[in-house]
C-alpha cells in the first residue's frame, strides 16, 4: 500500500528545501553536489523529490534550456508555521496551549528561552 502523502516535510524534503533556500534558486545538479557526499542521494532521487516539493507548493520552477531551475515558493517561516499549524491540528486537539505545555514539560528551555517566552507571552495580549 502506498505511503499517505504529508502536506508538511518529510526528513529528505527538508534537507532539500534548505539547499534551495540557501542557494536561492537550484537545478537538480545544483542541489545533488550541495548535500553531503557520504548522504547524498542518487540524481533520480532528489528530481523525484523536488517534483513533490514543487506539488506541495513549496516550490516552483523554470526552465532554462533543458534545465529546470527550482525557486523556493514559500520562505522558512512560512514552512515552519505550516508544521506548527499541523501539528497543532493533528497531535493537540487544534490547541496551541496543548502544545505550548507539551513543549514545557518535556524539553529542557534555558533560561533565556524561558525569558524570551514571558515577554513574548507579554506583548502579545
Same mark, same amino acid.
Given at each position: 500500500?502506498?505511503?499517505?502523502?504529508?502536506?508538511?516535510?518529510?526528513?529528505?524534503?527538508?534537507?532539500?528545501?534548505?539547499? *534551495?533556500?540557501?542557494?536561492?534558486?537550484?537545478? *537538480?545538479?545544483?542541489?545533488?553536489?550541495?548535500?553531503?557526499?557520504?548522504?547524498?542521494?542518487?540524481?533520480?532521487? *532528489?528530481?523525484?523529490?523536488?517534483?513533490?516539493?514543487? #506539488?506541495?507548493?513549496?516550490?516552483?520552477?523554470?526552465?532554462?534550456?533543458?534545465?529546470?531551475?527550482?525557486?523556493?515558493?514559500?520562505?522558512?517561516? #512560512?514552512?515552519?508555521? #505550516?508544521?506548527?499549524?499541523?501539528?497543532?491540528?493533528?497531535?493537540?486537539?487544534?490547541?496551541?496551549?496543548?502544545?505550548?505545555?507539551?513543549?514545557?514539560?518535556?524539553?529542557?528551555?534555558?533560561?533565556?528561552?524561558?525569558?524570551?517566552?514571558?515577554?513574548?507571552? #507579554?506583548?502579545?495580549?
Amino acid at each position: 500500500m502506498a505511503r499517505k502523502k504529508t502536506p508538511t516535510l518529510t526528513e529528505a524534503e527538508s534537507r532539500l528545501m534548505e539547499v *534551495v533556500w540557501e542557494m536561492g534558486e537550484a537545478t *537538480v545538479n545544483e542541489v545533488v553536489a550541495a548535500l553531503p557526499e557520504g548522504n547524498r542521494p542518487a540524481y533520480n532521487t *532528489v528530481l523525484t523529490l523536488l517534483r513533490i516539493l514543487e #506539488q506541495k507548493g513549496y516550490l516552483r520552477h523554470i526552465k532554462e534550456g533543458r534545465a529546470h531551475v527550482y525557486r523556493p515558493h514559500i520562505s522558512r517561516n #512560512q514552512a515552519r508555521r #505550516q508544521v506548527v499549524r499541523h501539528m497543532v491540528r493533528s497531535f493537540f486537539n487544534d490547541s496551541p496551549e496543548l502544545l505550548l505545555l507539551s513543549v514545557l514539560e518535556n524539553e529542557k528551555l534555558t533560561a533565556a528561552e524561558m525569558e524570551r517566552l514571558k515577554k513574548m507571552i #507579554q506583548t502579545s495580549k
